[in-house]
Nanobody
Framework: VQLQASGGGSVHAGGFLRLSCEAS????????MGWFRQGPGNEREFVAA????????WYEDSVKGRFTISRDNGKNTVYLQMNTLKPEDTAVYYC??????????????????WGQGTQVTVSS
């Protein structure tokens, strides 16, 4: 399985971006998918995740109400709509996928596959 993330860029505070992550290869194995981010000097942290059905979603507290995760299984793609961006959202964003169908998907150790990362820069 390969994950290709795209959609990053540079915006001013209050702006928006939409990240996409397309899976290829043995995509039938994939269950939950998620987004993580890693800012300069920081550890990789959870941002949002979605179950295979799309019925369940999880968000890190600081992005609730601003970010929305969604997926289109027909296109093997997961999206992260990011609105009202803040400078503290600046980071490299990584998409990830897991094959075990965990009940909760907020721990990076639960994920089996990772994309290459896409840079998001928010200026004040």
């Amino acid at each position: 399985v390969q994950l290709q993330a795209s959609g990053g860029g540079s915006v001013h505070a209050g702006g928006f971006l939409r990240l996409s992550c397309e899976a290829s290869g043995r995509t039938s194995r994939l269950k939950g998918m998620g987004w993580f981010r890693q800012g300069p000097g920081n550890e990789r942290e959870f941002v949002a995740a979605i179950s295979w059905s799309g019925y369940y979603t999880w968000y890190e507290d600081s992005v609730k109400g601003r970010f929305t995760i969604s997926r289109d299984n027909g296109k093997n793609t997961v999206y992260l709509q990011m609105n009202t961006l803040k400078p503290e959202d600046t980071a490299v964003y990584y998409c990830a996928a897991e094959v075990d169908g965990f009940v909760v998907l907020t721990n990076l150790r639960q994920y089996d596959y990772w994309g290459q990362g896409t840079q998001v820069t928010v200026s004040s």
